[in-house]
């Protein structure tokens, strides 16, 4: 879903009641808000989730996705769509970049000192975050946001609501008479917080910072306190991580008192092309597949995951069949070894990768954000794959070497759907595996593959509940020959040459008539 380095779209969308912002509406009749993509505008959590409503949310969700889809996947395969729900709540394992504001007098004076808001396209203002009102954050995220809120952080006065330049003291939470010191530290430059966890309860809690500066610096060039050029080593490096320390250890109390069982917390601070991690600048996630493999994955800090584990765990589980499927299909009609090698575009830090890679003798994959290509080199080996060859470079600019031998495609592209490049060279593949997060783009790059194309499978991930997004995925095989629908247009040129035929048939039946009573 996320362009390389790009704005992280894996953000929870608008939520919306299904009656009152229908799927296709929003498909049909809202203009593009993110370039090309005619997609809903990722926005706001606001106070619209209503949790016992999710089946019905979902059905009609499923409803609109199968009406935006007739007469581009064939009816029979709309009625077997395989539809995976999420749980209801606590299924979203990131958060942010969420915006870091200093709260009102009021709300000071109740012990908040810091609020997390989120810009709301619809209603184009900031909204504050109440986890504990939202209920679909990981319940690592939700604590910590909670936390963070109450805890003795100061953040800049211009953060403030208009006019509130009222100075006020953070007091340690120790020493209730003391200002605190590390919570001066974590909120200066403080810009925005970003929340990532893992199904075991490991977090990441993502610091932003403006510090002017580092706008005017140019790259390599150290700050005057940057003696030996290293931020961890400068006065401000070695002050901000024993101040991430102190939240660390506030967090895992926290998490520890709520009964996260388990929990494993990182911070990491994030300045212009400076960042500093307290111990790691990752998650490690972890989970069992049907076919009984645990598999683990790196995470890195600010790249593309899917933010639904439990509905990315079925992604993986319905990828694995139909991978089988592909091969059976492929190796029924061109001989025993055809649909052996995968080629797989866009395979970020390899998610779907790992969980392939048994299944097919070869694999070939592409991603272009090099710290995601180097992850999944990473998640190969920690899961020791040894037929699997990453290739970092823009999908449309692979060469032949890459393809060749390579029958069976995977494709799982950010929103916009599929470059020209790539839709071109995805028709050379007869067994084409598609997971897309906009249906709309799906759709369109399905219709583009042409008549020559069918669906044969579809499944449905509702991988942002209580919003009219999901996450579909197909597999798509060449029709054989005989099964190609001729086209009107097609059926010209034969005519026309049946008739060419005929006329030059009867023109030499003619003349060797003549020939004969010239006789
Ligand atoms: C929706 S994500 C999928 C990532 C991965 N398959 C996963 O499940 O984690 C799309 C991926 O495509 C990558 N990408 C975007 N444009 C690309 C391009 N032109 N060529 C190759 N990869 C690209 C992004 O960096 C991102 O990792």
Redesign the pocket.
Known sequence: ?????GPD?SEPPSPVSPDRDPLLDVLRTKPARSGRTGQRPFGSLGDQIEVEKYDEQLAAKVADLKELFKGTISRDVLDKTRVFPSPAREFRHRAGPLAVRRPCAERQSEGISLELSMWDPVAKEHSLIHPTEVPIFSRPISVAMEVLRTLPIRVDPELGEGGDEQEWTCLDLADASKPTAWGRVIGHGLRSAQFHSTLSNELMVCLAYHDARLQNLKRGQPLPEEDDAAFENSTQGKRWMAAARELRSFLLQAMEAAGVQGAKVDVVGRWKRRRLAVERDFVQEAFKLEDGRTLVYKQPEG????PNLPC?VNCLNWLCLQAKEARKDASASRGRRAGSQLL??????????VALAPYFESVQA????RT?AQAAEDNLKSNSITNTTIKR?????IDASITAGCDVILV????AGL?AG?RQSVTQFDQILY?S?NPLALKGDINHLGEGFEVVALAIFDMFPYTTHAECAVRIRRRRKAQVPRSPGRRKPLLFLLLVIGAVVMFLRRGGRLRCLAA
Do not use: W, Y
């Not at 790249?303 to 899917?306: G, T």
């Not at 797989?344 to 990768?353: A, D, P, Q, S, V």
């Open positions: 879903m996320a362009e390389p380095d779209e790249q593309f995951s899917n990315e797989e575009l866009h395979c970020g830090g390899g998610n779907n990768t592409v991603e272009i954000n995601l470079a823009a999908s449309d600019k799982d592209p950010p929103r470059d790539t997971i997060c």
